[in-house]
């Protein structure tokens, strides 16, 4: 590959400085390294453009290339770098040892990057650029998903609405008004509800009243709507609000709220559908809340599960674009982890593994501590897409490993304790039952571990050392350094094996045994559920739901529920609080305590320091 | 030009069938027809562009082009066929008689086309292409205002939140916090502040408490807050809704709601901003309410100008696309005409007059009727762009005559009474008093006046040539005939000359005055204000901003309040019931009536009828 090369320069610039220092390729130049021609793809701007899926079909008999996940150890509240470990890697494969190589990565949410400083596109030597662009809008996806999202809560709202106010009659009237000739017809999407009824006819005037009022009346019981509006703001008074306060609304308020826009199922749905047919599919059969009877009401039986689809219909097509060294990325979706799976889509890691083909690599990202992270990589998304990772790199740091052994706490915002800058290779040693446990769970996939020390500069060799041996003690395959942050890609590396993917639980074992299954690993002795849990247990089976893999809402501080359990904790009884579901994207989500779907902004956000060179047009202050 | 040239076929076909019957240029072919090479535009797609606002700089020595701005007589609730006219004639001019010819039309609202149908892409042979990237999504500047416009609102409760738990010493200590050496800074936008403040220092220490407290409590009064939240969809349940009632957010609960995104002040200043550096300058000074002082708060008053101005860098820069003849369009701004000035943006007319140099014609509309939309493109756009229209063209039909020569009226959803499809050519004399007002109005600011006829098959000659006695009567240069809906380009035509452009009131009248000289306009007698309305005058006039144009807040389908009062009625009294102010788009915007500014979904959305075809990827059931 003819990758640029990047300058290191000391004393260390900032991300923007380095971000700004280099001069993107026409994404074009990007896309004829992967042999895609023009047809394959739709430029967005001069450094961004959409990979078109249908790419998949055209390399269907190429071989896949290597698969290669990047989780991490349980992280401090200042994060342990695995993104930038994730795109050093790359740099390295593909810059440095020459190899076909692509990143899969999530697309960063918009809201948070107006709040706290410390963006998602890696950092330092290793990052994706031009970054202003892969931090704000990127080439719309986000906000499709707020559209979409927001247009079936608009439908949600408007339907019992106009139901509470009219005759099942007068409904049914409406619902299939005369065409210009004068005929009463059912649009297509109407015989899916139809279908789902048992209704097998196929004239509205064919149906008898009963029938009428079956097909016509949802009868949505607010109490159980779980669909909320979602914005890509960090806006804390949306958290929960009342609407329908208008004189025309005649009264029909509701207590409700708005997630940030990356929480919305539809967003996990981008991510797990394998083609456009598939997320079809999912996204009408979301399920919004049940009628009063108990059924679930899906977002066909609103007659919008179409019209979501062609909002979306681009949004299923990831965005190529480059590291600071050349090297292709694939941004795509961004399923916020707290109640989600936290990994970049399906399509996109397709893509990427026909275009590298055999002997290339696909590095991607599962969020959070590998106990979720890799947990729903592997039991999630790889059922979903039947592919199967040769290997899963761990990122671990000295200072989160002292943490785990005992250190003091690392808060966010504070100095950190002279322990994490001196040398203390026992608080280290001690750490790496945290790390220990991690590589434990992830060999049990069937894959090869190799830990990745994402070195800083306060770190000893003799600690970094204490990480190797713990690490191959623990059964890692390898245990490498990492100091792509300071050297761009030359310090990462990786090795690669094949062996089958073994599952933590069948999917048709009952809801609580796949959940108990997920908390022994945790390290749990057994699993207490609130009352409220075992009612939604009880009514997803009910619904014939049970068969979906689970997707564990947990803190991604400690193995536990309790976040301040850190190393590897045991024996603890893991509570679940509640039990969601994101039917359409194809998950049950049991709650292991309150998370927060819609952050807040500080009292001085970052906001501050961003602002446009007018003249240049280029942006200033962003992180 | 080397223009494609349309099959038109009988019976009339839907408008979807027409878009998809005809295979689109590369947008490439379009750009590089207007001289546009690679550098000067970002592709969107194969079918959609960015032209780049440097074009217009590098352009300058070059003599624009005609300017051309379509309006209309009062309308009935159906629609006249303004936009479908304007494309018309850009496809006659450039498609059939050779010119150089560029439509400037506003970006549609994603949210109502989900809702009743009725695209604002024209229709039958005179429609933009590809329909449903037209009407979804475009180039995403609509999803860049509801972001910024609800950053701002997010800024704005999270402010009044952390004032209201923190000292001055506290919140200025966090406003000014440490940089990384330890030195407390301001911002540069900090200094926007300190300087509307008076405070000439430039070291956070250097405050006296006094100045401590001015610079960092904004202390806004949540009772005068007029920022509402935005979103691009049609959700009646969001008009009026309460915010902040999470645990955390402590009680301060307020009544707010979400106005549909191009209802945005933001969407304003992009429509009428000249370039970046003045769009960054209109951003800060947006007012969001007052302090409990009484003293106007703005967006750089709460550190957010700069932000805003970035997440709208790409918004900036117009969109180009085709019509289905070929004819170049650029597609920018919607400032929703209920409360705003309905016109497309400043940048896009200059850009298009640059590129179709002299001799070649820019055509762009005004929205609503002639009272309205070309009051304010003269009065508002004109006045901020500098640029001098040459013709005005008002579009006129059979239909919407008869009713104001006293027809029955014309209710959306209803059979037209056969007053409508009979010739009755006494009532469309009666009527031309409507046109015959609007060709005067519009004939004072300076302007030739051609009045065009769209033509529906039910018009008798008799009828039309009523019309054009009327027009030519009234002081209209020519009245012509179009039947460009039914045949593409061939029907349309459009005459030209120059004189000096005169406004209807000079800036520096009182508020009332400027009031005033419109109401006569529309032959009011006289104005009445509430008591509101004086409160506001009063406030705007004390707080500076008396020297701002006028953009009045009144029905379109009367020259009165009163939407049923059709013809051309006067002595009537105009109530102004509240004033409002867009201070950094530019205006003052009186409310004659109520306005809507979310619209709702009915019963059966046209939602039902959309759904994408996943086999071919086409978008089914959009019109």
Redesign the interface.
């Known amino acids: 590959m003819n990758a640029m090369r990047l300058q290191v320069i000391s004393p260390f610039p900032t991300d923007i400085d380095i971000a700004n220092s280099v001069q993107p390729h026409h994404i074009s130049v990007i896309a004829k390294k992967l042999n895609l021609n023009p047809n394959h793809y739709?430029?967005?701007?001069?450094y961004k453009a959409?990979v078109l899926l249908p790419v998949i079909d055209e390399l269907k008999e190429r071989k896949d290339g290597f698969y290669v996940v990047v989780g991490g150890i349980t992280p401090t509240p200042l994060g342990e770098g695995k993104s930038t470990t994730t795109v050093g890697l790359c740099q390295a494969l593909g810059a440095v040892l020459d190899k076909k190589v692509v990143t899969t990565l999530r697309q960063p949410s918009?809201g948070p990057t107006?709040g706290i400083k410390g963006g998602a596109a890696g950092g330092g030597y290793s990052q994706v650029i031009p970054m202003?662009e892969f931090n704000?809008?990127l080439t719309?996806d986000i906000?499709?998903i707020?559209?979409a999202n927001?247009?079936l809560?608009?439908?949600i709202?408007?339907r019992m609405?106009?139901e509470s106010t009219?005759s099942d009659k007068a409904?049914f009237s409406?619902?299939c008004?005369p065409d210009k000739k004068g005929n009463r017809i059912f649009?297509?999407?109407?015989y899916r509800r139809l279908k789902k009824l048992g209704i097998n006819k196929t004239k509205p005037e064919d149906l008898t009243a009963e029938e009428v009022m079956r097909f016509a009346r949802l009868d949505i019981d607010p109490e159980t709507i779980t669909w909320r509006?979602v914005?890509?703001?960090?806006?804390?008074?949306?958290?929960?609000?009342?609407?329908?306060?208008?004189?025309?609304?005649k009264g029909?308020v509701?207590?409700t709220?708005f997630d940030i826009s990356v929480a919305s199922e539809i967003m996990a749905v981008l991510a797990l559908t394998n083609?456009?047919?598939d997320?079809?599919e999912r996204l009408g059969k979301m399920v919004i809340g049940n009628s009063r009877a108990g059924d679930p009401v899906t977002a066909d039986d609103l007659?919008?599960?179409?019209?979501l689809?062609?909002?979306m219909?681009?949004a299923i097509n990831p965005t190529l674009m480059q590291t600071l060294e050349g090297t292709p990325v694939l941004i795509h979706a961004g399923p916020f982890a707290n109640i989600a799976h936290g990994s970049s889509s399906i399509v996109a890691d397709k893509i990427a593994l026909k275009l590298v083909g055999p002997d290339g690599f696909v590095v991607t990202e599962a969020g959070f501590g590998c106990d979720i992270g890799i947990e729903k990589f592997m039991n999630i998304k790889c059922r979903y897409s039947g592919l199967r990772p040769q290997c899963a790199i761990i990122v671990a740091t000295i200072r989160a490993l002292k943490m785990h052994g005992g250190g003091p706490p690392v808060t966010a915002g504070k100095p950190l304790d002279p322990a994490y800058i001196t040398e203390n290779v026992a608080l280290v040693e001690a750490g790496c039952t945290n790390l220990a446990r991690h590589i434990k769970n992830t060999k049990a996939y069937g894959v090869n571990v190799v830990v990745a020390v994402n070195r800083f500069s306060t770190d000893t060799d003799a600690e970094i050392a204490a990480v190797r041996t713990a690490a191959l003690a623990a059964g890692a395959y390898d245990a490498v350094l990492c100091t792509h942050h300071a050297h761009g890609g030359k310090g990462a590396a990786c090795e690669s094996a094949t062996k089958p993917l073994k599952f933590l639980y069948p999917l048709d074992a009952s809801i609580k045994d796949k959940i108990e299954a997920i908390a022994r690993s945790y390290g749990a002795s057994g699993v207490e559920y609130s009352e409220q849990a075992e009612k939604q247990i009880e009514m997803y089976t009910k619904q014939g739901f049970s068969g979906l893999p689970i997707c564990m809402a947990k803190t991604q501080y400690s193995f536990s529920d309790n976040a301040s359990a850190k190393g590897a904790p045991s024996g603890f009884v893991l509570p679940i609080r509640d039990v969601r579901a994101s039917i359409g994207a194809g998950f049950i989500y049991p709650l292991v305590g309150t998370m927060s779907t819609m952050p807040?902004?500080?009292?001085?956000?970052c906001?501050?320091?961003?602002?446009?060179d007018?003249?240049t047009?280029t942006?200033?202050?962003?992180s």
Chains 1, 2 share one sequence.
């Open positions: 739709d430029l967005y701007g001069k959409k918009q107006f202003d704000l809008h719309g906000h499709a707020t559209a927001n247009l809560a608009s439908a709202d408007t609405f106009h009219q409904l409406r619902l008004a649009s297509d999407i109407m509006r914005m890509d703001v960090n806006d804390r008074f949306l958290r929960k609000i009342t609407v329908g306060q208008g004189p025309d609304e029909m509701r207590e709220g083609s456009l047919s997320m079809r007659g919008v599960g179409g019209a689809t062609v909002l219909k681009d807040g902004l500080p009292t001085r956000p906001f501050y320091d961003i602002d446009l007018t003249t047009g942006v200033k202050g962003l």
